[in-house]
């Protein structure tokens, strides 16, 4: 049976590469997103892929539009499968230089969109006892840097709230599952349509990785079991060293974080963002960074086949032992 996903964020970045992943997959694949360019681009690609789509313009800021959206998917595929809560907002600016309205908006878009998904799918989902729905985290879940403090409260939110809805939903034996993707730096188009209050062009810290990647990442979340998956190292690096030494981190990214996250380029004068509005054109899923980032995380791979190589460590252990023992014996 074809599966139906739905991807919010549909019509660029990660959610442009996951439409991709989940239609290669042999998946009908709906797109919600606000620009009508990339939306129907991203419409598109999955037909070329072999998969149906369907295509419809909405705010997840806003609940009434995510309701519709999922009404009408229900409408023209008879039921959801997948909800991937993709959609986000952010901004490049110290807490007191940017307004109230900006750093709600991230939040309204960031957490409230992934939280009007996630109810609106679970409307649908809990009737069926049957669906995944995944969110869309990042490293910066677990640790905050400076001038992203709206995406890093909105980020940290979500764990929260998929702790708790987790536990709500195993209490009541759903078999609804919830997922959630930490995500490293990623090379989209954010990076040049996110507002920003800087000096130079902002730019990912760290090292930076294809979207395909996380769309794979996205696929293995959304058919499996597991709370979480984790990808790429710098996302490791920074939740363990966020347990381990948060108070050096603190000290560290106060002295390296600010001019880390801005190229030497000046923004461009009458630079367009898509805090409040989508930047018009069809923009793609990947970003200016493609030269050095990564085609693939090892440590995803890890994480996927962990059962397998905890297993392989056990025989080598055992191995080990027994050539012990037999040693032993021949003195």
């Known amino acids: 049976m074809t599966e139906i996903a739905v991807i919010t964020g549909a019509s660029a970045g990660i959610g442009r590469a ?49 309701d519709r ?8 595929f008879g039921r959801i499968d997948i909800w991937v809560n993709n959609a986000f907002a952010g901004i490049f600016s110290r807490f007191m230089d940017m307004s109230l309205e900006e750093f709600r908006r991230v939040v309204d878009v960031t957490f409230y969109g992934q939280i009007h998904g996630t109810r609106a799918a679970l409307r649908h989902m809990i009737a069926r006892d049957c669906g995944s729905i995944v969110l869309i ?28 809805l987790r536990a709500e939903l ?9 997922a959630m993707v930490q995500l490293p730096g990623v090379n989209t188009p954010q990076f040049d349509w996110v507002r920003a209050h800087l000096r130079g062009r902002p730019q990912p810290v760290g090292a930076v990785y294809q979207p395909e990647v996380a769309a794979r990442a996205i696929w293995k979340a959304a058919h499996s079991s597991r709370k979480q998956w984790i990808v790429g190292a710098p996302a490791y690096q ?6 381990l030494i948060s108070p050096l981190l603190d000290r560290y990214l106060a002295m390296t974080g600010i001019e880390g996250q801005q190229d030497e ?30 085609t693939r995380s090892p440590l995803l791979w890890a994480s996927e086949h962990r059962g397998w190589l905890a297993a392989g460590a056990a025989m080598a252990v055992g191995a080990g032992l027994l050539g012990a023992k037999y040693k032993g014996d021949g003195k």
């Open 137 to 164: 985290g990042s490293a910066l879940a677990y640790r905050g840097i400076p001038l992203q403090s709206a995406y890093c409260a909105a980020k940290h939110a979500l764990q929260g709230f998929q702790d708790s």
């Open 170 to 178: 195993l209490a009541m034996d759903s078999k609804v599952r919830l």
């Open 238 to 243: 920074a939740i363990f060293a966020d347990k």
């Open 18 to 66: 996951a439409a991709r992943e989940f239609a290669r997959r042999g998946c009908s694949v709906a797109l919600i997103a606000r620009g009508r360019d990339g939306l129907d681009a991203a419409a598109r690609e999955v037909e070329q892929l072999g998969g149906q789509a369907l295509a419809i313009p909405a705010d997840v800021a806003d609940p009434d539009q995510v």
């Open 69 to 76: 959206a999922a009404d009408r998917v229900i409408d023209e």
């Open 265 to 294: 380029q000046p923004l461009e004068p009458g630079r367009k963002d898509n805090l409040f509005e989508p930047v018009a054109g069809d923009h793609g899923a990947h970003g200016r960074f493609g030269e050095g980032a990564k």
